[in-house]
């Protein structure tokens, strides 16, 4: 899986289109909902270092919005880490190197944006 792959799946599923907000971090993808303009992942790459992982390269990651109990359980999985730069409770960061199945990461971005849905409110 790649970011392209990525960027492709959400186009076609949400017509997303990746949003990069920062000069100071050029590579960095926003994918943000239309209806509420919510953030439902983000695209970076970072050395491998800032998740614990061996060596100095840089990786590609993607942050969803995860169910608390459901990102600890992934994250004593390989390929998982609690979310780069975002709530480490409700956030998980993907690896992006194939170590993670493309279906499980699909599956996790349309979690995720349905996590970012606006809620509806209950009549009492």
Not at 63 to 81: H, I, Y
Request: aromatic share 12%; hydrophobic share 35%; glycine share 6%.
């Amino acid at each position: 899986m790649d970011r392209q792959a990525i960027f492709q799946y959400v186009k076609q599923q949400y017509g997303t289109e990746p949003e990069y907000l920062w000069m100071k971090y050029p590579s960095y993808a926003v994918l943000r909902r239309q209806d509420n303009q919510k953030w439902y992942g983000i695209v970076m790459d970072v050395p491998r270092e800032k998740l614990g992982l061996p060596g100095t390269d840089v990786v590609d990651i993607l942050d969803v919005k995860c169910e608390p109990m459901l990102a600890d359980l992934l994250r004593q999985s390989p390929g998982f880490f609690p979310g780069y730069h975002m709530n480490k409770k409700t956030w998980l960061s993907i690896l992006l190197d194939g170590t993670v199945s493309d279906e499980r990461i699909f599956d996790l971005l349309d979690a995720s944006f349905q996590a970012t849905a606006n809620k509806r409110k209950q009549a009492k």
